[in-house]
C-alpha cells in the first residue's frame, strides 16, 4: 500500500483528556500536514509541518515531526465533545508532487462528554 | 469567500453508465486537486489540474478523467462505471502554484454509489 500508517484506528476519551495520534509515513518528505474529517463531510486542515521544522502548535494542537523515523504525533489537549472526528495525517513527497498528498489510514476520535 | 463546491452531493449509478462531477475551488484558487475516499482503499489522489493543465495523476484507470476551464471550475469523469467506483469524491483547492503544496481546501464531496 502506498498510503501511511497510522494508530491508534480508534481511541476513545473523556472531554478534558488529551488525545495523541501518531502517523508513520514512508518516502522522503517536504511537508507533512494533519486533516481532520467529521462524518462522510469533506476534510478540514488543521496544521502543516515541514520536513525542517521538529514542532509546531496552533491552539490546543501539538504536532511534532521526526524525518529520521519517518513518523509524526498530533496531540489535542484538552480534548472537548466537538473534537470528536477522523484525523488523518497527508505527506507531500518531495519534488514535483503537484497536489498529491499521501493519506494515512486515520484514527477515529470519540470524546465522551 | 465562499468554499469549494462540489455537485451533485449525492447520486446513484448503474454498472456501465459515466457520472460527471462538478468542483468550483475557491476564488482565486487556480489549483484543483480531486481525491477518491473508499473504506477500503482510504484516500487516494486522482489528478491535479492548474490553468487548464494535468500537472500530476495519481494510479487510476483510464477511465478516471478530469478538465478544468478557465475560470478553474473543474470536472471529473467516470466512465463504465463499475461496483468498486462507489466511493465519496473529494474536490480539493489550493492557492499555491508551485509543486510543493501547502493546505488544501476541500469540498464536502459528492458521494457516488453504484449499482
Known amino acids: 500500500s502506498q498510503q501511511g500508517e497510522e494508530d491508534p484506528q480508534a481511541l476513545s476519551i473523556q472531554e478534558g483528556e488529551n488525545a495523541t495520534m501518531n502517523c508513520s509515513y514512508k518516502?522522503?518528505?517536504?511537508?507533512l500536514q494533519w486533516y481532520r474529517q467529521n462524518s462522510g463531510r469533506g476534510l478540514v486542515h488543521l496544521i502543516l509541518?515541514?520536513?525542517?521544522?521538529r514542532e509546531k502548535h496552533s491552539g490546543r494542537l501539538r504536532v511534532t515531526l521526526d524525518t529520521s523515523k519517518k513518523s509524526s504525533s498530533l496531540l489535542i489537549t484538552a480534548s472537548r465533545a466537538a473534537d470528536t472526528a477522523s484525523y488523518f495525517c497527508?505527506?507531500?513527497?518531495?519534488?514535483?508532487?503537484?497536489?498529491?498528498?499521501?493519506f494515512g489510514q486515520g484514527t477515529i476520535l470519540t470524546v465522551h462528554p | 469567500k465562499a468554499g469549494v463546491t462540489q455537485t451533485p452531493r449525492y447520486l446513484i449509478k448503474t454498472r456501465g453508465q459515466q457520472v460527471t462531477l462538478s468542483c468550483s475551488p475557491i476564488?482565486?484558487?487556480?489549483?484543483v486537486s480531486w481525491y477518491q475516499q473508499t473504506p477500503g482503499q482510504g484516500l487516494q489522489f486522482l489528478f491535479e489540474?492548474?490553468?487548464?493543465?494535468?500537472?500530476n495523476k495519481g494510479n487510476f484507470p483510464g477511465r478516471f478523467s478530469g478538465r478544468q476551464f478557465s475560470n478553474s471550475r473543474s470536472e471529473m469523469n467516470v466512465s463504465t462505471l463499475e461496483l468498486g467506483d462507489s466511493a465519496l469524491y473529494l474536490c480539493?483547492?489550493?492557492?499555491?502554484?508551485?509543486?510543493?503544496?501547502?493546505?488544501?481546501?476541500f469540498g464536502e464531496g459528492s458521494r457516488l454509489t453504484v449499482l
Open positions: 497527508a505527506s507531500l513527497a518531495g519534488g514535483t508532487s503537484y497536489g498529491k498528498l499521501t
Open positions: 489540474y492548474f490553468s487548464e493543465t494535468q500537472r
Open positions: 476564488s482565486g484558487h487556480r489549483s
Open positions: 509541518i515541514r520536513s525542517n521544522e
Open positions: 518516502t522522503s518528505i517536504n511537508n
Open positions: 480539493a483547492s489550493s492557492f499555491i502554484r508551485g509543486p510543493n503544496t501547502g493546505e488544501l481546501f
